[in-house]
């Protein structure tokens, strides 16, 4: 008889245990079900906000392009100028940003940043020519030519720069100093945002 009470002891204890484990691995199922299930919404979270910020950036990075390419829209000369002249080129290939202003020839940084620019200048005459390209008041760079018996000459030059929002850059023809097109595009001036800062 103590075998038969030993052994319906034993399996009360089997299955109360058995129970018990049953009941511990529910539990922890269910501790792990709600976990994933906080885990697939906090993915799900940062997935929406990884979305958010990509768009963020390539809005960003349409708003930082800043490239303008002009000429001159004339058939003649330009100058010679008794005072220095802002040259304004008015045919516009491009101006994404729109920080170039064909009305006063004057490009304007609104984004900080190092900015390239470049300029080609034509005469065809016994005048000469003296071009600038200027940053606010201050001469960048320059071509200077003096006639020559084929009439023709050019020149061309360039300059990397630090802009700060609202700086101006444009080109200068000097005083007593003439250009010329003939709306083929020989004197031109352009520019791009290298690097926002």
């Not at 002891?9 to 691995?25: E, G, K, N």
């Not at 990884?50 to 768009?55: G, N, V």
């Not at 940043?113 to 606010?136: C, D, E, P, R, W």
């Not at 444009?170 to 010329?180: A, M, S, T």
Request: charged content about 20%.
């Amino acid at each position: 008889m103590k075998a038969i009470l030993g052994i319906v002891c034993l399996f009360y204890f089997l299955a109360l245990s058995r129970a018990q484990m049953s009941t511990q691995i529910d539990n922890q199922m269910q501790s792990d079900a709600s976990s994933m299930a906080n885990v697939t919404k906090r993915l799900s979270e940062l997935a929406g906000r990884l979305e958010e910020l990509e768009k963020e950036l390539r809005a960003k990075d349409k708003g930082t392009s800043v490239i303008f390419s002009a000429t001159l829209n004339k058939n003649g000369y330009v100058g010679p100028f008794n005072a220095p002249t802002t040259i304004a080129f008015t045919k516009i290939h491009v101006n994404l940003g729109n920080g170039y202003n064909p009305s006063t020839g004057i490009f304007t940084a609104y984004r900080k940043g190092i900015y390239f620019f470049t300029f080609t200048a034509f005469l065809n005459s016994n005048k000469q020519m003296f071009v600038s390209l200027m940053k606010n008041n201050d001469m960048l760079v320059g071509v200077w030519d003096s006639y020559t018996p084929d009439g023709n000459d050019a020149g061309s030059n360039t300059a990397i720069v630090q802009l700060e929002v609202g700086d101006n850059v444009y080109v200068r023809l000097h005083e007593e100093k003439q250009i010329y097109d003939d709306g083929a595009g020989y004197t031109s001036f352009s520019g791009f945002l290298l690097l926002p800062l």
